[in-house]
């Protein structure tokens, strides 16, 4: 008896308290001015009005590539060697409190994306509300050697845009990325130099990563936080059913464990939230959700969407300008997506904080259909289905028809106002996010679902408790939500 009510002690703790980190400890110095007088990424919006600042720092050091020990299966549980070293410097973009009193405690480390070849911080888009107002401190890592020396874009990585600022930095490949964006976390636990959060004493430390970031923070999840200890939990958005490679080189995808899921010996809890766009791809690795791995799965959002383009846009076009890149969908196709995925990752950060502190686990949610949709409104049945979706006005899509489009216009999903088929896409037939086979269905009439402004208000707010009660919608959000939909002027 005593030895099982001692056991159970030392799980409390060892999900109170912080990881003691392996990871190696680099050296934090600022960057120059350079020849822009501002860090890629910086903030175009007034982040001073928020009551935040932001800042920028290079961390160097030694960074230590991994390759598999054993053998890797689905299970996730991959054991790694470490193999050879390089030198490096990267560096940090942080957003935090001006004034230490609104620390909330925790940090938000996101592995920045490189899919468009420069840098995107798209979590902090997804999560910008929940963390300026709650008071979180943001922290984007430079993890990916794209980021640095550059690629097949326009921009030739940091290195190239401000030579100046940023001609000192050093990325030996992605082999080594891994064991950078653990150094990352350690820095900001233990600063060696200037303090990048100026003083500001951590509780929680997440690594979050969105899309390709993601895939490399499933193989971090498996193979890399075992060893380094160094976050105590993990977000994982919009990743696919295979995981990136150890390697760090794209070519060696074919190598890794399909599906690659989540082991379930995880020390720390780790947070895998899909969009309706992600779903197709990453259904194989679907598995159930444990006291340490909790799925989400979001009806009617796509993987980037029109919250993401209209907040983050101008900041990328600040830095990037006309290299920025661009979903270019054909013209005349559907809209962007613009449901509800940012309320989703608000309340996942939220909850995942709350469950790394040594909280509850949050509350998982109903599997996504995104092959099955309603004839009647072209929505996807399943999955989390927050009140633009449990109340729908529009069809939202995660999926598209990308004939004549970009490369990335189909991660944007579509919406379809519904006004009589009146829209040029409206022709039943796939490009038409409502009706996209044949033979045509007619549009629903709103004022026939909603017959006055008060009969949809009342829907939509007996939406939204449910899905506050449920766990997947804060109630500051829900507010908000419900005062949108009295200004709407649905209804009669």
């Known amino acids: 008896m005593r030895t099982a009510v001692l056991a159970t002690l030392l799980a409390v703790f060892a999900a109170v308290l912080p990881a003691t980190a392996a990871a190696a400890n680099p050296t934090i110095t600022t960057p120059p001015a350079g020849s822009r007088g501002f860090p890629f990424l910086a903030a175009a919006e007034d982040l001073g009005s928020f009551g935040y600042t932001e800042s920028e720092f290079f961390i160097s050091g030694t960074a230590t590539a991994y390759a598999k020990s054993g053998l890797w299966t689905s299970s996730g549980r991959w054991d790694v060697r470490p193999t050879t070293q390089a030198a490096y410097r990267t560096r940090l973009l942080v957003r935090r409190p001006s004034d230490p009193a609104r620390f909330n405690g925790t940090v938000v480390v996101e592995w920045l994306n490189v899919s468009a070849q420069l840098e995107l911080s798209p979590d902090y888009w997804f999560m910008r509300d929940e963390l300026l107002r709650q008071g979180y401190a943001w922290v984007g890592v430079s993890a990916q050697s794209v980021g640095v020396n550059g690629g097949l874009g326009d921009i030739a990585g940091l290195r190239g845009w401000d030579p100046a600022r940023y001609g000192s930095l050093v990325h030996p490949g992605d082999a080594y990325s891994y064991d950078i964006f653990s150094q990352a976390g350690q820095a900001l636990r233990t600063p060696n130099g200037p303090d990048p959060l100026g003083g500001l004493e951590i509780r929680t430390l997440l690594a979050d990563g969105e899309s390709q970031s993601a895939g490399f923070m499933t193989t971090y999840a498996n193979a890399v936080q075992p060893v380094a200890r160094v976050y105590d939990g993990l977000m994982i958005h919009s990743n696919s059913a295979v995981a990136a490679p150890i390697s760090g080189r794209l070519v060696d995808v074919l190598t890794m464990p399909d599906p690659s899921r989540i082991r379930t010996d995880t020390a720390v809890p780790v947070f895998v939230v899909l969009t309706e766009t992600d779903v197709p791809g990453a259904a194989a ?44 969908c054909a013209a005349g196709s559907a809209p962007y997506n613009d449901g509800p995925g940012h309320y989703s990752m608000n309340a996942a950060l939220r909850a995942l904080t709350t469950w790394a502190q040594g909280g509850p686990r949050p509350a998982s949610g109903a599997l996504l259909d995104a092959d099955r949709r309603d004839p009647a409104t072209g929505l996807a049945t399943g999955g989390i289905r927050l009140p633009d979706v449990a109340v729908p006005t529009r069809t939202l899509s995660g999926e598209r028809n990308t004939t004549d489009s970009g490369v990335f216009c189909g991660l944007y999903g579509a919406r379809d106002p519904w006004n009589g088929d009146a829209d040029p896409w409206d022709r039943h037939d796939d490009g038409d996010p409502s009706d996209p086979s044949f033979p045509p269905t007619a549009e629903p009439v709103l004022s026939r679902l909603y017959p006055t402004n008060a009969d949809y208000v009342a829907k939509v707010q007996a939406a939204a408790q449910s899905s506050v009660a449920a766990g997947h919608l804060l109630p500051e959000d829900a507010a908000t939500i419900v005062e949108a939909a009295r200004n709407s002027g649905i209804g009669g």
């Open 285 to 328: 690795a679907r598995q159930a959700d444990t006291d340490r791995i909790v799925h989400w799965e979001l009806a009617g959002t796509a993987h980037g969407d029109q919250w993401a383009v209209d907040l983050g846009g101008p900041t990328v076009q600040k830095s990037a300008g006309s290299a920025a890149p661009q979903p270019s």
